[in-house]
């Protein structure tokens, strides 16, 4: 069993930045596999926000976000961030992080939630002035 744990939501302004953490709990190292981050609106489907791989961290983003959020890992801590730059309103949602156990690489099918067998519970982002 795998445990995610997200962090780091909040409200801020447009045009603000935050991080978000994903740390895995128990004997889960997360540096061995693909993760990815989504995120998600009232009323709208999942959306897949970026992957990165193991060891090499080749990584994917969403056009919509692209430029602006920068996936990274620190094996040492076990962490995965997502650090999120000139946030929009529109990027208000419930972000999540999940885990893809049957792979170590990202592929460019990445933002489809079913590759992913384990999520975090979710930290809510508010863009809003």
């Known amino acids: 069993q795998v445990h995610l744990v997200e962090s780091g939501g909040g409200l801020v302004q447009p045009g603000g930045s935050l991080r978000l953490s994903c740390a895995a709990s128990g004997d889960t190292t997360l540096d061995y596999y693909a993760i990815g981050w989504f995120r998600q609106a009232p009323g709208k489907e999942r959306e897949g926000v970026s992957c990165?791989?193991?060891?090499?961290?080749?990584?994917y983003t969403a056009d919509s976000v692209k430029g602006r959020f920068t996936i990274s890992r620190n094996a040492a801590k076990n962490t995965v961030y997502l650090q999120m730059n000139s946030l929009k309103p529109e990027d208000t949602a419930n972000y999540y992080c999940a885990i893809d156990t049957t792979r170590a690489y990202c592929s460019g099918n990445y933002y489809q939630p079913f590759l992913y067998d384990y999520w975090g519970q979710g930290t809510q982002v508010t863009v809003s002035s």
């Open positions: 990165i791989s193991s060891s090499e961290g080749v990584t």
